[in-house]
């Protein structure tokens, strides 16, 4: 059974940074990401990996950083110079691009202060 469990989400002030983990298991993903869902909003791709290539959404570009362990079939987000506008839940996307398949986490909430 896949889980996909994330954590790292919280308040912060804008400026600040945060750090967001997401644990797979179950099964081996070659390709894992991170989207983001803000109210009333569809939900958009924040960063993705797939071997040795990310990419990133325009708006993050610069400021967030993700990162894989494939030892420990973990992705990463450090997400650095916070803004208002990146106040969202955050939810980990596990892809099987050979089986078509895709698995979300539940979700974690960033809130970024003025």
């Known amino acids: 059974q896949v889980q996909l469990v994330e954590s790292g989400g919280g308040l912060v002030q804008a400026g600040g940074s945060l750090r967001l983990s997401c644990a797979a298991s179950?099964?081996?993903?070659?390709?894992m990401g991170w989207y983001r869902q803000a109210p009333g909003k569809q939900r958009e791709l924040v960063a993705i990996?797939?071997?040795?290539?990310?990419n990133y959404a325009d708006s993050v570009k610069g400021r967030f950083t993700i990162s894989r362990d494939n030892a420990k079939n973990t992705v990463y987000l450090q997400m650095n110079s916070l803004k208002p506008e990146d106040t969202a839940v955050y939810y980990c996307?596990?892809?099987?691009?050979?089986?078509?398949?895709?698995?979300w986490g539940q979700g974690t909430q960033v809130t970024v202060s003025s």
């Open positions: 996307n596990a892809r099987q691009t050979w089986a078509l398949k895709d698995y």
């Open positions: 179950g099964s081996i993903f070659n390709v």
């Open positions: 990996t797939s071997g040795d290539s990310t």
